[in-house]
């Protein structure tokens, strides 16, 4: 079955990093554009990145750019978010998605907590 798993997730002080990794199973991940989506409390989930099936380009919310970089590797069915500079607004649940057409899948989400 279709499945995507979140990891790399955690408590960092502001300025910290953090990777994020999204394994994907049950499709075929090279023919997925993939997003990186976060949902703070209180508020609706936001695209903060996203990249083409051949990683050749990328999106990014403005206020992620220069901090977070979005990548993939198809040989290993995952997706990564890097984030560097965090700050305490980028405290949310963090959700990676899978689209192609119609068909739209979503992991379960990682935390993400900035706080010193």
């Known amino acids: 079955q279709v499945q995507l798993v979140e990891s790399g997730g955690g408590l960092v002080q502001p300025g910290g990093s953090l990777r994020l990794s999204c394994l994907a199973s049950g499709f075929t991940f090279s023919n997925y554009v993939m997003s990186w989506y976060r949902q703070a409390p209180g508020k609706e989930r936001e695209l903060v990145a996203s990249i083409t099936t051949d990683g050749g380009s990328t999106n990014y919310k403005d206020s992620v750019k220069g901090r977070f970089t979005i990548s993939r590797v198809n040989a290993k069915n995952t997706v990564y978010l890097q984030m560097n500079s965090l700050k305490p607004e980028d405290t949310a649940v963090y959700y990676c998605?899978?689209?192609?057409?119609?068909?739209?899948?979503w992991g379960q989400g990682t935390q993400v907590t900035v706080s010193s």
């Open positions: 998605k899978a689209k192609a057409g119609s068909l739209t899948f």
